[in-house]
């Protein structure tokens, strides 16, 4: 089955960049998702593109995919303390739209 | 619209006994997804229904486990004679279904079992 893969921890400086990375096995992967979760809470949506998609920006948020290397990142411009959280990187398969999730990466934002 | 909410946001049980939750998803989403999470792992996918119809369950769903939408709007999630290994937070998310793609995730539902 398809199987997500993300480092497990990053940490950077406050008003840095935070380039956070996940690999994903299954090409036919449609939708492709990256969602935050902060202590104690559910998943926030972040922002997510459709396989046929390189680049997507929003706002301080660019997602690149490459569909060659079945590699996914999320860029975070200016990095802020409250953007300190659990990122999830996750792949939507068939036409159910379920989710298949890598294990998070721990963003820390040092003052 | 408030988003998607989940009942009751944490509940301690002891094993053996049974436990059940609720999830309204937001109006007019037709899809409703349960996920499970534990410690330090990305939610697990469970089960969905599109409407009333639970349409697929996973491996991870044991006969222990049983999901309901009887009118296509809030879901139950059951767990009979829980177990230790039944701890988790089990997470709700919705959409709009067709081609809208964005799932909206509640709170979750964190369970001890002692």
């Known amino acids: 089955g398809e199987d997500v893969e993300q480092s497990l921890f990053l940490s950077v400086r406050e008003g840095d960049s935070s380039v956070i990375n996940c690999t994903y096995t299954?090409?036919?992967?449609?939708?492709l998702y990256w969602y935050k979760q902060e202590p104690g809470a559910g998943l926030q949506l972040l922002t997510y593109?459709?396989?046929?998609?390189d680049m997507k920006q929003d706002q301080r948020l660019t997602v690149l995919l490459n569909k060659k290397d079945k590699h996914l990142s999320l860029r975070i411009a200016d990095t802020q303390t409250g953007d300190s959280a659990i990122y999830f990187c996750?792949?939507?398969?068939?036409?159910?739209?379920?989710?298949?999730f890598g294990s998070g990466t721990r963003l820390l934002v040092r003052p | 619209d408030t988003g998607v909410s989940q009942n009751p946001r944490h509940k301690i049980t002891k094993r053996g006994q049974n436990v059940t939750f609720r999830c309204d998803p937001i109006?007019?989403?037709?899809?409703l997804y349960w996920y499970r999470q534990t410690l330090g792992q990305g939610p697990e996918f469970l089960t969905y229904?599109?409407?009333?119809?639970?349409?697929?369950k996973s491996r991870l769903l044991s006969d222990r486990f049983s999901a309901e939408r009887p009118k296509g709007s809030f879901s139950t999630l059951e767990i009979q004679r829980t177990e230790q290994g039944d701890s988790a937070m089990y997470l709700c998310?919705?959409?709009?279904?067709?081609?809208?793609?964005?799932?909206?995730f509640g709170q979750g539902t964190r369970l001890t079992v002692v």
């Open positions: 998310a919705s959409s709009a279904g067709s081609m809208n793609t964005e799932a909206f």
């Open positions: 299954d090409s036919s992967s449609t939708y």
């Open positions: 593109i459709f396989s046929n998609m």
């Open positions: 996750a792949v939507a398969m068939d036409s159910s739209y379920k989710l298949i």
């Open positions: 109006s007019e989403h037709n899809r």
């Open positions: 229904f599109q409407n009333e119809a639970q349409l697929e």
